[in-house]
């Protein structure tokens, strides 16, 4: 099964669009990243792809369906959205806000019986919250709301989960918490589209990356293929650096400090590397000066 936007363009103004014949393909059993600038379509293409938003042109597939021609009841079976903010005006608690992924399986006047509390239960033990079923949820850390949602999404029974921005707002170990479940997740068979800021992220958990500036593709495919510094300074206008450290591990950072004529794009820099050893020099002359 596979969720595929083909040569979508939306505009929100006539004659001003905000994505232009974009192509992307989501598999089951795989976690896609998007990637790019604020105001470069991500969230926008999400909401295509959700089928909240009919593109001006173009197809979105679910599978061989036309995604725009089945009932929002027979969408929403299939594809969990998860915004990227949530901003609760009811004190439910974790439970109820999880059952209400349920909706899409429910009459139009049903209650959700045992079987969607069981169901709800055991999307909570997924996400490692079970033990706060009875909290409420204006309680939670955002960190916990992420999951909550995720949960809620595991609960409708969807093969395809995208998440806008998971991973904003939170600190280093709950982004590692976050994105290693969603990574876990795809074991059983769903598929996950999560659109970031973190090109480091990017570099870790997905299989397959997609670059987006002014409404196109620039790149997509593998993290190591993509996310490279000359393909990240066309996206955001300025200079990156990859860093290898000696056990392999890799980080991307922004080349602050440095001219983008003398920035050492493209290159590698392990932790002995003599770029980061004048790096390191010059900083400690820059503060012994001051």
Excluded: W
């Excluded at 850390?141 to 995208?162: D, K, N, P, W, Y």
């Excluded at 806008?164 to 994105?179: A, I, K, N, W």
């Excluded at 970031?196 to 987006?212: G, I, M, T």
């Amino acid at each position: 099964m596979r969720l595929a936007a083909h040569g979508i363009s939306y505009s929100y103004v006539p004659g001003r669009p905000v994505l232009r014949g974009v192509s992307v393909e989501l598999a089951a059993g795989e976690v896609l990243f998007l990637l790019g600038p604020n105001g470069s379509g991500k969230t926008t293409l999400l909401e295509c792809l959700a089928g909240l938003r009919r593109p001006g042109a173009g197809r979105v597939l679910l599978g061989d369906a036309d995604l725009h021609r089945l009932s929002p009841r027979d969408r929403a079976r299939r594809i969990a959205y998860v915004p990227q903010v949530h901003r609760p005006v009811f004190g439910y608690s974790v439970l109820e806000v999880v059952l209400m992924g349920r909706a899409p399986h429910l009459g139009t006047f049903a209650a959700p019986g045992r079987e969607d509390r069981e169901v709800a239960r055991e999307a909570l033990e997924a996400v490692g919250l079970l033990g706060h079923a009875h909290r409420r949820y204006t309680e939670l850390s955002g960190g916990e709301m992420r999951l909550v949602l995720i949960a809620r999404g595991l609960a409708q029974g969807a093969t395809f989960l995208l998440l806008d921005e998971p991973d904003t707002h939170l600190d280093p170990r709950h982004q590692h918490r976050v994105l290693t479940l969603v990574r876990d997740l795809t074991a059983r068979g769903l598929g996950a589209l999560v659109t970031s800021h973190s090109p480091n992220n990017a570099l870790h958990y997905p299989d397959r990356v997609v670059l987006l500036s002014a409404g196109r593709v620039c790149a997509q495919g593998a993290p190591e293929e993509v996310l490279t510094p000359p393909r990240l300074r066309e996206t955001y206008g300025m200079e990156f650096v990859l860093l290898v450290g000696g056990n392999g591990h890799r980080a991307l950072v922004p080349a602050q400090g440095r001219s983008s004529s003398s920035a050492p794009t493209g290159s590698e820099s392990g932790a002995d590397s003599r770029y980061l050893r004048e790096r390191a020099d010059s900083l400690l002359a820059a503060r012994k000066g001051r």
